[in-house]
């Protein structure tokens, strides 16, 4: 049995707790792996490590830890397959699905070799007499990143781009489902030059989590995994006033008007709902068709293109549209919310209850299901399923749909599928949602744009990554200098405006 322990000053050790959590491969059921689960004990002594550390990288010039981010992107690159095998047996996703995990990390990690150009403050040449006034981004220090399961590299990568580039020191605690990759990235990382004790891989649970939120030294927390979670972290981190950022879950709709391309909205509903089994905070999971026409031809394509959906491990290459969820727990949860799909009166379209796939019977797999005449009283509209479930709520008209993604209490994402320019702009101003595509199912803006949700789906203030990475990571320091001319000949009481 392979025993994953933690990546710290530079180096893999093993955990010393006595605790450990089993990793999964989801396509077959076994354990593939054990990771550690850290002590308080072992996390403070991270910490603390980090903190020595940090001294000498956060006064390293900009451009060498720049540096730095420009050879790691030729190691991941390097190493693409190789992390990407890795990820789809821990996480189960299909391998061409890993190679966009990392591939969109990757990416965030090219923007952050701009970190100078970022950091680069602010200057007034004379705002007063003798006066210049001008602002640095500095280091907060060390930080932390806590990350979920469903993206093992791309949102590891997002936290600690801006991070290290800004020259702090970072805590990663990874989701000890697939926590590998971080670690394989990690080591990458010292392969790029990055000092030892600069990025401290800490794994673990929630005695890890609490550990760093409590900590003194820890002056930042970005967070990314479920609702409950998120709200939790951004309230008990503020308790020893650290800035945090905390995404949540999501329920994202699609709404269809009547003038789309109906076969273009199929065929974006079922990549965007099923893709990574609907283990996307970006997945869209609600799709409401405007008019009863658009339901009836949208339902009419969608239908056979769910059924022909082609469900398998991640070994089987581009023969397989998406693979297992990564827990029998998950699946178990994703059944269930079926279930109250079906007694609360939902019409089962696609039922993939059944499925079985031969040879991975113990796997953990959940066929495609389709609901129509869903509403939005019903438990499979209100909650995040994050499984391969399509819920279709018929809306009346275009005020009516757009009301009910206003209502939804969360607000991550959302698109709307239409040939009119003027119902797409109205849409995109009115909505209270964070990321929004017209005609673009699942609009993840691009590594040097922002990304984050709105209402129940983000807590906190700024985005993750693009120009707001770098604002999270980074403290303004404004200096106000006067170089008189002359000799002072008296104090000066009075609260000075620039004159
Ligand atoms: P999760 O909330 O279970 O776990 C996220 C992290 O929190 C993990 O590192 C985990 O170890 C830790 N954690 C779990 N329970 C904890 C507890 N009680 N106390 C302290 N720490 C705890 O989330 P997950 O299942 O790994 O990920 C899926 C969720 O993440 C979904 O809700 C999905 O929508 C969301 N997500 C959101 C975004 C976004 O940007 N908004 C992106 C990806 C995933």
Redesign the pocket.
Known sequence: MRDIGHWIDGKLVAGTSGRSADVFNPATGEVQARVALASKAELDAAIASAARAQVAWGATNPQKRARVMMALVGLLNRDMDKLAEMLSSEHGKTFPDAKGDIQRGLEVIEFCIGAPQMLKGEFTDSAGPGIDMYSMRQPLGVVAG??????PAM?PLWKMGPALASGNAMIL?????DPSVPMMIAELCKEAGLPDGILQVVNG??EA??GILDSEIVQAVGF????P?AQ??YERAAQTGKRAQC????KNHMIIMPDADMDQAADALVGAGYGAAGER?MAISVAVPVGEGTAEALRERLVPKIEALKVGPWTAGNDVDFGPVVTAAAKANILRLVETGVAQGADLVVDGRDFKLQGYEDGFFVGAHLFDHVTTDMDIYKT?I?GPVLSMVRAKTYDEALQMAIDHEYG?GTAIFTRDGDTARDFANRINIGMVGVNVPIPVPLAYHT?G?WKK??FGDLN?HGPDGFRFYTRTKTVTARWPSGIRTGGEFNFKAMD
């Open positions: 806590i990350t979920p399961f469903n993206f949102i605690k990874p989701s000890e489902r649970d929630k989590v609490d990314v995994g479920s609702t979670i939790y972290i995404f949540g879950g999501a905070c995040e994050f991550n990304f949700g789906s983000g993750q």
